[in-house]
């Protein structure tokens, strides 16, 4: 039986986040993450992907570090408004920019959306996807970027959302989608996101894949997209 004392409460603080100290909100200021550089993969059949990867977005832009969303077919359909909560959020926040690529509706769902266009939409998304990599391999990842650069100019995240959905509904090529994810920077962290099928091309490449499964949702009784938790 050991004779040692357990530590003091003022000891056991040391040994936890920050020391014991609660966190607190500070202002954002420029910086470069340490730790940078993997592939994430969020897919499944279940709703919150692109919540997660947007909450983590917010997150790694908290700390000051330059972040940018690219949505593929985030487009809208005629149960959702023209306005988006999470463009309002990033255009009030420093070190976080988005653009879209979508077109309305989904491919394939007879929703008076040309599938052609879907096409074209995902290829030049996926166009814009390569000049953002491309750039972010010009750019020092390992210093703090400018809050108001531009995209352009380099970025710690790059968060291409619904890419994965492009793939599956056959409007892009998975494996030009990988040997993309395989060039990108070292220090660039790339989160891909969407499917409901397994991307199992991806998944030797990936450093982190969740699945988002469904359990229960509401729009299987005939709930419409919701504004606020859905757009």
């Known amino acids: 039986m050991s004779n040692e004392r357990p530590d003091s409460p003022e000891e056991t603080r040391q040994h936890t986040p920050g ?11 420029p910086a470069a993450p340490e730790e940078f550089g993997l592939v994430q993969a969020w897919w499944g ?36 408004e023209s306005v988006r909560g999470e463009y309002n959020v990033i255009a009030a926040l420093p070190t976080i920019s988005y653009e879209n ?41 390992t210093a703090p970027l400018p809050s108001d650069g531009n995209a352009e100019d380099g970025v710690h ?16 090529d998975a494996d ?7 060039s990108k920077p070292e220090n660039l962290e790339l989160v891909l996101t969407g499917g409901h099928e397994e ?17 229960n949702h509401p729009f299987d009784d005939g709930t419409r997209a919701r504004k606020g938790t859905e757009y």
Do not use: C, N
């Open 45 to 80: 059949d279940g709703k919150g992907k692109t919540t997660a990867a947007l909450g983590m977005a917010f997150r790694a832009a908290g700390h000051g570090y330059r972040v940018h969303l690219l949505q593929f077919l985030k487009g809208g359909a005629d149960s959702v």
């Open 101 to 141: 690529t979508g077109h309305y509706g989904w491919k394939g769902r007879m929703d008076g959306s040309d599938d052609d266009e879907h096409a074209a939409k995902a290829q030049a998304a996926f166009d814009r996807t390569k000049e953002l990599v491309a750039a972010a391999g010009e750019a020092d990842l």
């Open 176 to 182: 030009e989608v990988l040997e993309l994810v395989e």
């Open 19 to 29: 020391g014991g100290i609660s966190p607190a909100a500070t202002d954002i200021e």
């Open 199 to 215: 991307p199992t091309f991806l998944l030797d490449a990936a450093d982190l894949v969740s699945e988002v499964r469904k359990v």
């Open 157 to 172: 995240m790059l968060v291409l959302d619904e890419i994965l959905y492009a793939v599956e509904m056959g409007l892009l």
